[in-house]
Protein backbone atom coordinates (compact mmCIF):
# COMPACT_ATOMS: atom_id res chain seq x y z
CA UNK A 1 0.00 0.00 0.00
CA UNK A 2 1.09 2.94 -0.97
CA UNK A 3 1.56 5.79 1.83
CA UNK A 4 1.83 9.29 1.36
CA UNK A 5 4.65 11.51 2.09
CA UNK A 6 2.53 13.10 5.24
CA UNK A 7 2.33 9.91 6.20
CA UNK A 8 5.87 8.77 6.68
CA UNK A 9 6.50 12.07 8.31
CA UNK A 10 4.58 11.64 10.57
CA UNK A 11 5.61 8.31 11.26
CA UNK A 12 9.36 9.25 11.17
CA UNK A 13 8.29 12.23 13.84
CA UNK A 14 6.65 9.53 16.04
CA UNK A 15 9.86 7.57 15.93
CA UNK A 16 12.34 10.05 16.94
CA UNK A 17 9.99 11.14 19.69
CA UNK A 18 9.85 7.96 21.15
CA UNK A 19 13.71 7.71 21.00
CA UNK A 20 14.35 10.90 22.59
CA UNK A 21 12.29 9.88 25.15
CA UNK A 22 13.82 7.20 26.08
CA UNK A 23 16.86 8.24 26.47
CA UNK A 24 15.49 10.84 28.80
CA UNK A 25 14.15 8.58 30.66
CA UNK A 26 16.80 6.63 31.02
CA UNK A 27 19.18 9.64 31.95
CA UNK A 28 16.80 9.77 34.77
CA UNK A 29 17.27 6.18 36.26
CA UNK A 30 21.01 6.67 35.89
CA UNK A 31 20.50 9.68 37.90
CA UNK A 32 18.32 8.42 40.68
CA UNK A 33 20.55 5.25 40.67
CA UNK A 34 23.80 7.50 41.18
CA UNK A 35 22.26 9.37 44.15
CA UNK A 36 21.45 5.85 45.92
CA UNK A 37 24.86 4.89 45.86
CA UNK A 38 23.83 1.35 46.10
CA UNK A 39 25.17 0.70 42.62
CA UNK A 40 28.80 1.15 40.57
CA UNK A 41 28.64 3.46 37.11
CA UNK A 42 29.52 -0.25 35.59
CA UNK A 43 26.10 -1.56 37.25
CA UNK A 44 24.44 1.38 35.97
CA UNK A 45 25.31 1.04 32.40
CA UNK A 46 24.40 -2.16 32.34
CA UNK A 47 20.81 -1.54 33.70
CA UNK A 48 20.27 1.75 31.39
CA UNK A 49 22.04 0.65 28.18
CA UNK A 50 23.54 4.01 28.43
CA UNK A 51 27.23 4.23 27.57
CA UNK A 52 30.03 4.45 30.48
CA UNK A 53 30.80 7.74 29.05
CA UNK A 54 27.30 9.42 29.26
CA UNK A 55 27.47 7.68 33.20
CA UNK A 56 30.50 9.91 33.96
CA UNK A 57 29.50 12.88 32.43
CA UNK A 58 25.83 12.43 34.83
CA UNK A 59 28.08 11.75 37.80
CA UNK A 60 30.32 14.44 37.38
CA UNK A 61 27.41 16.81 36.83
CA UNK A 62 25.82 15.47 40.46
CA UNK A 63 29.31 16.05 42.20
CA UNK A 64 29.15 19.45 40.96
CA UNK A 65 26.19 20.67 42.30
Same mark, same amino acid.
Given at each position: ?5 ? +????EKGI +???? +?????? !???? &? /? ?8 ? !??? +? &?VAIT???? /?????? /?? /?????
Amino acid at each position: MLQSIK +EVGIEKGI +EIGL +EKGRIL !TQRK &I /AKSLLQTRKF !TQK +E &IVAITGLKP /AEIRKI /AK /ALRSG
